[in-house]
C-alpha cells in the first residue's frame, strides 16, 4: 500500500481518584469540550463523551500517529491541570492511575455512543464499579479485583 489506513475504534473508561464525585455537571460542560480538542489535537476522531461525577467515558478512534497509552496520558494530564484550577474542592484533583481501553466493532458504533450518551440514567441503578466489572467480564479481560481500585 502506497498509504496507511487504520479505523480503530476504541471506549476508553476512567475515574476520579478513589472514584470521589468530583465531576459536577458544571464542571462537565467545560471538562467534556476540553477533553474533545485534546482527541482533536491528537488527530483522533472523538464520537461521543459522556460520565458521571465519578467516572468518564470516551469512544473515538485513534489515530495511526498515536498509542492508546499516549492519548490517554494527555487526557489525564491536560485534564487534571484543568479542573485544579476551577475551585479549591478541585485543587487537589487526580484521576485514577489506570483505565479500561476496549476494541468496538464498526457495527457497534452507535450502540456504544448511545450507551455512553445514557450514563446519567445508566448510573441510577448500577455503580461504576458493577460497571466497570461487566465490561470487563464482556470483553474477556482478566483481572484481579484488588488492582481495579485507587
Same mark, same amino acid.
Given at each position: 500500500?502506497?498509504?496507511?489506513?487504520?479505523?480503530?475504534?476504541?471506549?476508553?473508561?476512567?475515574?476520579?481518584?478513589?472514584? @470521589?464525585? $468530583?465531576?459536577?455537571?458544571? +464542571?462537565?460542560?467545560?471538562?467534556?469540550?476540553?477533553?474533545?480538542?485534546?482527541?482533536?489535537?491528537?488527530? !483522533? !476522531? $472523538?464520537?461521543?463523551?459522556? =460520565?458521571?461525577?465519578?467516572?468518564?467515558?470516551?469512544? !473515538?478512534?485513534?489515530?495511526?500517529?498515536?498509542?492508546?497509552?499516549?492519548?490517554?496520558?494527555?487526557?489525564? +494530564?491536560?485534564? /487534571?491541570?484543568?479542573?485544579?484550577?476551577?475551585?479549591?474542592?478541585?485543587?487537589?484533583?487526580? %484521576? @485514577?492511575? =489506570?483505565?479500561?481501553?476496549? /476494541?468496538? /466493532?464498526? =457495527?457497534?458504533?452507535?450502540?456504544?455512543?448511545?450507551?455512553?450518551?445514557? @450514563?446519567?440514567?445508566?448510573?441510577?441503578? +448500577?455503580?461504576?464499579?458493577?460497571?466497570?466489572?461487566?465490561?470487563?467480564?464482556?470483553?474477556?479481560?482478566?483481572?484481579?479485583?484488588?488492582?481495579? %481500585?485507587?
Amino acid at each position: 500500500m502506497s498509504q496507511s489506513l487504520s479505523n480503530i475504534l476504541v471506549h476508553i473508561v476512567f475515574s476520579t481518584k478513589n472514584r @470521589q464525585k $468530583l465531576l459536577t455537571n458544571g +464542571i462537565c460542560s467545560e471538562l467534556f469540550p476540553y477533553i474533545a480538542t485534546i482527541v482533536k489535537n491528537k488527530k !483522533c !476522531c $472523538l464520537y461521543e463523551i459522556g =460520565g458521571v461525577a465519578n467516572h468518564i467515558h470516551i469512544l !473515538c478512534a485513534l489515530s495511526k500517529t498515536i498509542t492508546a497509552s499516549d492519548l490517554i496520558q494527555e487526557i489525564k +494530564i491536560s485534564s /487534571s491541570k484543568l479542573l485544579k484550577t476551577k475551585g479549591s474542592e478541585l485543587e487537589n484533583f487526580f %484521576w @485514577q492511575n =489506570g483505565y479500561g481501553i476496549f /476494541s468496538i /466493532s464498526p =457495527g457497534h458504533l452507535n450502540l456504544v455512543r448511545s450507551y455512553i450518551a445514557g @450514563q446519567a440514567e445508566h448510573h441510577k441503578v +448500577i455503580t461504576f464499579e458493577d460497571e466497570l466489572r461487566k465490561l470487563l467480564n464482556k470483553y474477556n479481560v482478566k483481572y484481579d479485583e484488588k488492582y481495579l %481500585w485507587d
